[in-house]
């Protein structure tokens, strides 16, 4: 499909959350696209260093930083959206975005594109975001693995087998077939063994020091709580599927109500897909680098196909 065939469709707008970084990201954007230029510009004069080349050119290790990853792929996002807005308009092409959604940390970037927040409200608060919860992985270490091939229930007894040894939870129902737990190392080492003594196909631990969307984040999530009082917020001009309740949110009270467990409670991108699909979408535009929600959508729903930057680039 091209940016024609979406002229005029019902479309959703995703995008995907941290672990998507990847240095270089952005720079042909940056090149070549006014548009997605003044976005990277703007995030550097609010943060007061250059985010542009930590994108650009890391290196990687800065870069996945989880307070320099979270707001360098919002950047990264909301630019390929302007690239992509500026360009439909001047091929006299309709977007009609009905609804967004992002994977934890892309529901803030699905907040600004629905015009609910300010980019750059936004961008100060996923930098603070990010800090606190390196700072929770700090003071109460753990992490994250990978399920893949096991049934839900399954996993579900592996986890409460398992949380004899320490805090151990369901972090992330990506797909069917593809869950991450996530918890105290203890307890989640022995979960991995778990699950592959009870049939999992694959466990895999992620790269991170964190236990994102597990009861470890309850301090981080506290503290960022009192900085979203403080953040104004607007009713979403389309409606944002939130991770917490896949359920479509339309009011500043609901966007409240959704961030203030944001980093503790689970992330449930197979409903919020579902949802999506329910609400009529033809099409998903995966706004990030990679194409890592359209992988995971094929295999929640393939009526609805999920279509990248990749696949809308022409020239201008």
Same mark, same amino acid.
Request: net charge neutral; aromatic share 4%.
């Given at each position: 499909m091209t940016l024609q065939d979406i002229d005029g469709k019902r479309i959703g !707008?995703?995008? @995907?959350? #941290?672990?998507? #970084?990847? $240095?270089? /990201?952005?720079k042909d954007l940056y090149e070549r696209s006014e548009e997605a230029r003044a976005v990277f510009d703007a995030a550097d004069a609010t943060l007061g260093f250059s985010l542009s080349t930590l994108c650009f050119e890391g290196p990687a290790e800065t870069l996945e930083g989880t307070h320099n990853a979270q707001p360098a792929l919002l950047t990264m996002s909301i630019a390929a959206l302007s690239d992509l807005r500026a360009r439909a308009s001047e091929a006299g092409v309709t977007l009609s975005p009905i609804v967004t959604a992002g994977h934890s940390l892309g529901e803030f970037t699905a907040l600004v594109a629905a015009n609910a927040i300010d980019f750059t409200d936004a961008l100060? !608060?996923? %930098?603070? %975001?990010? %800090? !606190? /919860?390196?700072? *929770? &992985?700090?003071? %109460?270490?753990?992490? /994250?693995? *990978? $399920?893949?091939g096991m049934d839900d229930a399954a996993l579900e007894q592996v986890v409460q087998d398992a949380g004899s040894l320490g805090i151990i939870r369901i972090a992330n129902a990506n797909c069917p077939g593809q869950t991450v737990i996530s918890g105290e190392i203890a307890a989640l080492e022995r979960a991995a063994e778990l699950a592959q003594e009870r049939g999992a196909r694959k466990v895999a631990r992620l790269g991170v020091s964190i236990a994102s969307h597990s009861p470890l984040m309850e301090g981080a999530s506290r503290q960022l709580g009192e900085l !979203?009082?403080?953040?104004?917020?607007?009713? @979403?001009?389309?409606?944002?599927? &939130?991770?917490?309740s896949a359920a479509p949110i339309t009011t500043v009270d609901g966007i409240r109500e959704e961030l203030r467990h944001h980093m503790e409670r689970p992330v449930n991108w197979t409903g919020s897909v579902t949802t999506m699909v329910g609400m009529g979408v033809e099409a998903l535009v995966e706004l990030g680098p990679g194409n890592v929600l359209a992988g995971l959508n094929r295999r929640i729903d393939r009526s609805v196909p999920t279509l990248g930057i990749k696949d809308l680039q022409e020239p201008r």
């Open positions: !707008l995703i995008f @995907p959350g #941290q672990g998507s #970084q990847t $240095v270089g /990201m952005g100060i !608060l996923v %930098r603070e %975001r990010g %800090r !606190l /919860m390196k700072e *929770a &992985g700090d003071e %109460r270490p753990g992490g /994250m693995a *990978a $399920v893949i !979203l009082a403080s953040v104004t917020f607007r009713d @979403p001009e389309i409606p944002v599927v &939130g991770n917490v």
